[in-house]
Structure formats: structure tokens, C-alpha cells
């Protein structure tokens, strides 16, 4: 197998496209089980971790960009501003997997219970793409997620980063499993309150082939609170009962299986509890906003 040591994106792009099936490695915390455990031996690797601007994040003209190589450590490190993204980074493995794994890795494994994925759906994500001979293109996140562990990267590209429209409002990401940590999520949703679009964003992990929004949650949510008057004055109470037609909404749009960790059953009852409880915790946030 043959090893590449890139010192720049630049470097690395003109690897992959000399070599387009080398397979590139971040934190290899996904990609080094694949080799430890015997089901993947690629020809050759490119390892992108002296290629710096991969690890950088920048906000600009009201859109945020975060590098692929950035890590779940520095995330919540440098970016405390985004909870739910710091949340789903807390969530993940443990302190030595955050201290490798990046946000890169994770859309580039494209496992529906990825946790920073939901968030990235939340905040209507572009994946950033780049090759030595087409240059850059992004598309939005779930184009670029086609299934499980299927992404529309070509063979010759590599993943950038992701970039998002800053959006103003409170949210948070929730998952569960059988423990608090080193768990791979049962169900995970991310619920983003779009003060300024007055629309309330909710994404599902691990519960379909890939991350789900649960689009006629969003409607129903976004309608009620602006007949109701909540988007103008955030002491409206929003009525148990369309916070418990919002939770089944999001519970139905689930598509999840039995498996070993959990029965679809379960999962969409996960769905349901995270739904209620998230759309609580922002709906108290907006009473007193600690997001502006
Ligand atoms: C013990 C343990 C616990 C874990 N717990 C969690 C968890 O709680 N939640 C969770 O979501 N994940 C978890 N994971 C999985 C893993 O840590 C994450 O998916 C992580 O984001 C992978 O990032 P990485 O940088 O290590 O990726 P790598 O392993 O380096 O790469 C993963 C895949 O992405 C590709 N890739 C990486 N960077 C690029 C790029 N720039 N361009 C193109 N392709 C790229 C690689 O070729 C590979 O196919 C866990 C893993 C372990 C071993």
C-alpha cells in the first residue's frame, strides 16, 4: 500500500488526481477500523492531516465555513456560538476520538447515525467539493448524502468543507442510546429555530438510510406558531396539543429498521420524546434568548 504524505490541499488534490482511487484519511477513526478490521485495503492512502487549510473555519458575509479536517475537539473549543454542533461534537466517542475525528470524515463515511450530520441538515448545509482539474463546487448536504456510506464525491475530489447561512435562533442536538457516551445513536434529531425565516428546522439520524428532515413537522410547527402570534412574541404559549401533533409528525417522518441496536419501534418513539424535548428547550430559550 502506498502512503501519501500531502503538506497542502494543494498537494493532496494533485495526488487524487494522479491517483483517484487512493482513499483519503482525516482522524482515520472510521477508516482505520475498515483496515484493522480486514474489510477495506486500499491501494494507496492520502493522509490530509498536514493539509492546514483543511482545518480552518471562517465566518463571512453571514455564511459560515467549516474545514473537513476540522475536529470535533476544536469545534467545541473555538466554536461555542453553535450549540447544536458543539453538542453533537460533545456526543461523539470519546475525548481521544474527538481529538481526531473531523466533520470531513464524517460526511465522507455517510453512516445515517454520523451525529454531526443532522446538524448540518438543520442548518441547510452546502458540502464544499474541490478537484485539481474542475476546481470547486458544492451541493447542498442531502445531494451530496445518497444513501448509506454513498456520497456523490468523484473519484478525483475531495471534501473541503461545509458551508451554512448563520442562522439566528436557539436549537440543539439530542440523542439516544444505551449510555451517555462511546455510543452510536438510537436516534438523534437537531431542531434549529430560524428567527429572521421564522421557521423551525428538524433533522433525523439514525433513523432511515440517511439523514431525514421531517419536512410536514416543520410546516405544521412554523404555521402554528405564526397563527398564534409566537414568532412576534415569544411568551405566546405554543398549546400541548400542537406540540403533540409537532412529536408525531417528526416520529412519522422516521424510516427506521430493527437492528441490533434498537427496533424501529423504539426508534420512533426516541423520535417523539427528542421532538418534544427540543422544541421545549428552544421554545423557553426564546423567553430568554441567550443565542443573539
Ligand atoms: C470508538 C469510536 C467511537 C465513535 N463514536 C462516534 C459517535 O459517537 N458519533 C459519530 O458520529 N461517529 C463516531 N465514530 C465514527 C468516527 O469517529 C466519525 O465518523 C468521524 O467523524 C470520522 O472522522 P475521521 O476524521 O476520523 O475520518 P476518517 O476515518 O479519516 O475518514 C472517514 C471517511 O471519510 C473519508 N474522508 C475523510 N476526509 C475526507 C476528505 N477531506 N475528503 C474526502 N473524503 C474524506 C475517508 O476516506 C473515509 O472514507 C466513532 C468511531 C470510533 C472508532
Known amino acids: 500500500m502506498d502512503v501519501f504524505l500531502p503538506r497542502s490541499l494543494e498537494e493532496a488534490l494533485a495526488m ?19 483496515l484493522n478490521f480486514g474489510r477495506l485495503r486500499p491501494p494507496a492512502i492520502i493522509d490530509l492531516t498536514r493539509a492546514a487549510e483543511l482545518a480552518t473555519h471562517r465566518q463571512e458575509d453571514g455564511h459560515v465555513f467549516l474545514g473537513a479536517g476540522v475536529t470535533y475537539a476544536a469545534i467545541v473549543n473555538e466554536l461555542p456560538g453553535f450549540k447544536p454542533l458543539v453538542q453533537a461534537s460533545r456526543s461523539v466517542g470519546s475525548p481521544q476520538i ?32 474541490r478537484s485539481q482539474a474542475r476546481g470547486e463546487r458544492s451541493m447542498p448536504w442531502h445531494a451530496f448524502l445518497m444513501g448509506p456510506k454513498k456520497t456523490a464525491i468523484a473519484p478525483d475530489e475531495l471534501i473541503v468543507g461545509a458551508r451554512w447561512a448563520r442562522i439566528r435562533g436557539p436549537g440543539s442536538f439530542s440523542k439516544i442510546g444505551t449510555r451517555n457516551a462511546m455510543v452510536i445513536a438510537v436516534a438523534g434529531l437537531c431542531l434549529v429555530i430560524d428567527e429572521d425565516h421564522r421557521r423551525v428546522n428538524v433533522a433525523l439520524g439514525s433513523v432511515g438510510p440517511t439523514i431525514i428532515r421531517a419536512t410536514p413537522a416543520e410546516e405544521q410547527i412554523s404555521s402554528a406558531m405564526a397563527s398564534s402570534g409566537a414568532w412576534q412574541d415569544p411568551s405566546t404559549a405554543v398549546s400541548e396539543q400542537v406540540i403533540d401533533e409537532f412529536a408525531e409528525l417528526v416520529a412519522s417522518a422516521a424510516r427506521p429498521l430493527d437492528d441490533v441496536r434498537g427496533t424501529a419501534a423504539y426508534r420512533r418513539h426516541g423520535c417523539r420524546v427528542l421532538a418534544r424535548r427540543s422544541l421545549a428547550w428552544a421554545l423557553s430559550e426564546r423567553r430568554l434568548p441567550t443565542w443573539l
Open 98 to 129: 474527538r481529538h481526531r475525528g473531523t466533520v470531513g470524515g464524517n460526511l465522507g463515511t455517510a453512516s445515517p447515525a454520523g451525529d454531526a450530520l443532522p446538524v448540518l441538515a438543520a442548518y441547510d448545509a452546502e458540502v464544499v467539493l
Open 16 to 34: 487524487k488526481a494522479e491517483r483517484p482511487e487512493a482513499v483519503p484519511l482525516a482522524g482515520g477513526t472510521d477508516l482505520m477500523v475498515e
